[in-house]
């Protein structure tokens, strides 16, 4: 019967079929030690001269590194594993042994030389924890969002309307309408489906021509946004904490051995709970001068900003009330302060910076079109999207969640590049 390695301590004293990967070999005379996975967890594998026969202990002797096998073996406990078994082999069935050395050895690489090896890389120990900690938090958006009857509304990549900003597009030209451009955001289109759906989310890729060579960029990362109507920016800001404290829970409940094999400090992460504390722009730039910095009231934070204020709460931290010049057109003026908008970003804390963007979105059409005008993009685009206020228009918030960055601040990762299966960065697209 074929077992997967999550479940064999279900099979204490039973004699079962795995199937997957030596992913090291030890041997002695008498004794391999094989290394096994496959691709739901790791154990060692002892296949012993005097039990096994003259037969099955040569062919485990031709095996190296990254060979798939089938092994037949008895699931013995032990204390030592983290699944708390080991299996004593009875038969091994190779299905492919590689001719070449494996070209990740156990000696230190430089990331270059993993990342062009990303394909093999994936099959390591750390990486596994680290794409395991990311479906996790996929799941547990997922079922955030279904716990409150959202509606999942799929975004299109291709779009004719600029979402966010006209300085990081990627362009393409889509048959006789000319110009169109990979998304950065599905934010328009699910401002028109919440006001057909009341209530919505999406999960998808965007993309970013960001020149910006950091620890916290990628030209293609995943978003998960969410569009409410009727809720105003106080509800937005709610919302953002509850599903942030939503997925780190989940994460703690439901993939610990991960984080833990990460190395990662899990008191920290036990902290997060709501509430999260709010400072405005103005309160963020106080403390950014306190701190030494020479900030100007007006200017957008970048990553330095970001870590200084953040370093200040032990929790995520929003900031909000931007001046409305450092963000984009389609956000609510303050009413008591035109000059600023009801956003707020979500600044991770431990240096890992803005988790989360989001506003109250301009209802009024006038003022829209105005700001559409103020930022010099084309009206006809964004007719559609000017239609949303013309009939039965809503004060109505939303926000985006970049999936990697929170992937990177969970785990604790040094780098962004490591939280994604296959990164796309300034200057990577392979494999
Ligand atoms: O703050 P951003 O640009 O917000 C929007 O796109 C809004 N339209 C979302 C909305 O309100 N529906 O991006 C949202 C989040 C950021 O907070 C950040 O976590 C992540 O997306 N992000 C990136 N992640 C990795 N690489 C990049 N180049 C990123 N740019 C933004
Ligand atoms: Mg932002």
Redesign the pocket.
Known sequence: MWVYVEDLKDYIGQEVELRGWVWNIRSSGKIHFLQFRDGTGFVQVVVERSDVGEEVFEVASKLRIESSVIIRGKIVEDRRSPYGVEVHAKGIVPVQIPEEPYPISKKDHGIDFLMSYRHLWLRSRRQFHILKVRDAMLTAIRQFYRQRNFVLIDTPIFTGAI???AG?LFELDYFDYGKVYLT?????Y?EAACMAFGKVYNLGP?F?A?K?KTR????E?W?H???VAYYEHEDNLRLQEELVSYIVKYVLDNALEHLIALGRDVSKLEKVCVPFERITYDEAIKLLQKNGSDIRWGDDFGGDEETIIASNFEKPVFVTHYPRKAK?F?MQPDPHKPEVVLCG??LAPEGY???????Q?IHDYNLLLDRLNEFNLPEDKYQWYLDLRKWGSVPHS?????????VAWICGLEH?RESIPFARTLYRIYP
């Open positions: 979402g966010e900003s990081n950065q955001t599905g934010q328009l699910l965007t970013r960001e910006s916290r960029h990628l030209i990362f978003m946004e969410a569009e984009a389609y970003d979500l910076g803005e988790i989360i963007g989001g506003s979105r939303g926000f985006g969640l970049g999936i990697e960055r929170t962004i």
